[in-house]
């Protein structure tokens, strides 16, 4: 194990250290069948030692003056770096989604030991759904790190659309315990 900026991981997860710790911030959303929203978001990377890395993530819709007005999505799961720098992500919703992801890491900037940009772009292989999910078929993500923010972006294919944009957002790292940072 190795010692980082963000405590002690596994080799195997330094080219992902940047995203370990809990995030918050706000994003957008829109697509073809839905009205354009903002919401809110929260997000946590972590690591009890294993090589591998949990996420969960929750979000809210927001109103024009940024306050929260219900629960949107939550999702959960699991980032493994594999060689070569490539990546598998492993997510379920509870609106009856369960997804397996493939993907790239790519570390843009490291400065004193520590990765200040960097990137994971990944695809869909597998989505799954229970006979009561929305048609979805199809996904993209992209995360990076950018002058200390978390910036993200989905695009999908659902719904009989072909693939578009569906949410973004930038996310601030917080220390935990600290709300503030939305």
């Not at 706000?26 to 009205?35: D, E, F, L």
């Not at 060689?83 to 490291?110: C, F, K, S």
């Not at 693939?163 to 790292?173: Q, S, V």
């Given at each position: ?11 195997e ?16 959303g ?6 354009d ?35 949107l ?5 699991f ?104």
């Amino acid at each position: 194990m190795a010692a980082t900026a963000v405590g002690v991981l596994p080799k195997e997860l330094l080219p992902l250290s940047w995203l370990v710790g809990h995030w918050v911030g706000v994003g957008t959303g829109q697509y073809p069948t839905i009205a354009d929203f903002r919401f809110g978001q929260e997000v946590s990377f972590a690591c009890d030692g294993r090589p591998f890395i949990s996420y969960w993530s929750r979000s809210w819709l927001l109103d024009d003056d940024g306050n929260r007005v219900r629960p949107l999505g939550t999702e959960t799961g699991f980032w493994r770096p594999r060689p070569d720098n490539r990546l598998e992500m492993q997510l379920a919703h509870p609106t009856g989604y369960a997804e397996v992801w493939y993907g790239q890491i790519e570390v843009t900037g490291i400065e004193d030991a520590v990765i200040t940009g960097a990137r994971a772009e990944l695809r869909t292989d597998v989505v799954a759904r229970t006979q009561s999910a929305k048609e979805y078929t199809d996904g993209h993500r992209l995360y990076g790190l950018v002058e200390d923010r978390l910036l993200w972006t989905f695009d999908m294919a659902a719904m009989g659309q072909q693939m578009t944009n569906h949410l973004a957002a930038t996310l601030t790292r917080i220390a935990e315990g600290d709300e503030s940072g939305e």
